[in-house]
């Protein structure tokens, strides 16, 4: 069956450094999507991606964040300088069309030090 | 601004239980509403996807209604089993990109 894939599993990152998550969406997915979920709290949108261009952003995504689709496979987010309260889980999805199913990967568990 | 809630935040129950999950969210206008299951730890596995125009879906031991007008879905759970523990999320679409806004769970705990 067709699954959202994302590298690392877990990442140690010292503070101020810069992280580039990894995701492979399901192959014929035109949406893609990062959310995140802090220890404890609610998962969180970020931003979504359709077309190569972000069509929507929430108000945690700012300069320091960034997404690429480098390739016709990969889908990336970019922390350029990172703080201690970017721990969390990052998770990738993917849809096929808006207003569907999204189907989430396994998730990046990031740890700032 | 949406907010979701989920009721209650944590339930034990005995194995072969039928068991009902709340959802509630504060905007009817929305797209969509989704039900996740996720496992500690891990991520979020799709379980149901309820349309705007739908009342309800269903899949195997698992029935998801949705009532727009007052803002509100349940998920209902069959028979339920040990392997059926786990956090389940509902979220909810209310601009048609996905940008779904969840609640903060109900954690499931089905003893043998």
């Known amino acids: 069956e067709p699954e959202v894939t994302q590298t690392p599993s877990h990442q140690v990152t010292q503070m101020g450094q810069e992280v580039i998550l990894r995701c492979v969406p399901i192959?014929?997915?035109?949406?893609f999507y990062w959310y995140r979920q802090i220890l404890g709290q609610k998962v969180e949108f970020l931003v979504s991606?359709?077309?190569?261009?972000?069509?929507?952003k929430s108000e945690i995504f700012d300069d320091q964040f960034s997404v690429e689709r480098p390739d016709g496979s990969n889908f990336t987010l970019k922390i350029r300088s990172t703080k201690l309260e970017d721990s969390a889980m990052y998770f990738c999805?993917?849809?096929?069309?808006?207003?569907?199913?999204?189907?989430f990967g396994q998730g990046t568990r990031l740890t700032v030090v | 601004k949406q907010e979701v809630t989920q009721i209650p935040a944590a339930l034990s129950v005995p194995e072969g239980e039928n068991l009902v999950l709340n959802c509630s969210f504060t905007?009817?206008?929305?797209?969509?509403l989704q039900w996740f299951r996720q496992d500690p730890g891990k991520g979020l596995t799709s379980l149901l996807l309820?349309?705007?125009?739908?009342r309800e879906q269903t899949s195997g031991r698992l029935n998801a209604s949705l009532d727009k007008s007052s803002g509100r879905s349940t998920l209902y759970i069959a028979a339920s089993q040990p392997g059926d523990s786990a956090t389940y999320l509902c979220?909810?679409?209310?601009?048609?990109?996905?940008?779904?806004?969840f609640g903060t769970g109900t954690r499931l705990l089905v003893s043998p």
């Open positions: 999805a993917s849809s096929p069309i808006s207003n569907t199913e999204a189907f």
């Open positions: 192959s014929n997915h035109l949406y």
């Open positions: 991606f359709y077309n190569n261009e972000i069509s929507e």
């Open positions: 905007d009817s206008a929305i797209y969509n």
């Open positions: 309820i349309q705007s125009s739908q």
């Open positions: 979220a909810v679409d209310s601009r048609g990109f996905q940008k779904l806004v």
